[in-house]
């Protein structure tokens, strides 16, 4: 396993600085800010203890763990890339970057974090018949892509979430939308792209218009592409 700690979080940073940084979690030894992942899958874990902030460059970091990422402290890349490929994850760590990029590999877990997407958008993605959920809020400019050609699994939206770059779901995969409150509205703003992907809407809609008047955010979203609603 690897901790994040306040020392081995200004060495991520001052890696940032001159480029891309990639961490994976395993039972191997660290040097810098990167370390060498010994640990097969579904072993080695990532905890960040300590905040990592660097808005300055538009490097990448990329986080892999065989087990689970526990974002238990702020990551803030607003003009660069975070990667995060893990079992699962916990945490409500604040989480911001320009480009916001999230798989599961198993039984993925809940991320309570909030998290801001910004101009090149986020991807949420999970392997095939497994289930993440998202609880915090998304926020942003970008465009929230559920799954992509590796993921196509059901990634769970319940905050209140404010994005306004719309939301796609790709070929296969499923998006659950179930707000935790009636003032929720977990797909923020902008259209939503079936894609031939599966949307599961709780409360009930119509196609084309969620449409239950106990939920604010079932008002003025259009749903469009191939798939199914459900």
Sequence with gaps: DYTIDATSAASIVAGLNSGNVTINASTGSATGATVTNSAAAGLGSITISSAITNNTTANTLTLTAGAAINVNAAI????????????????TGAIS???VNIAATLSGGTLASNIAIGSSGGVFGVAAGQTATFSGRVSGTGQLRIGDVSNTGAVTLTGANTYTGGTTIATGATLNVSPAAAANTPLGSGGVITNNGTINITPATTSGTFLDPDYSWAVAQTVSGPGAIN
């Excluded at 803030?76 to 945490?91: Q, V």
């Design 76 to 91: 803030s890349l607003t003009s660069g890339t975070l990667t995060m490929t893990a079992a699962s994850y916990s945490g």
């Design 97 to 99: 970057a320009r480009s």
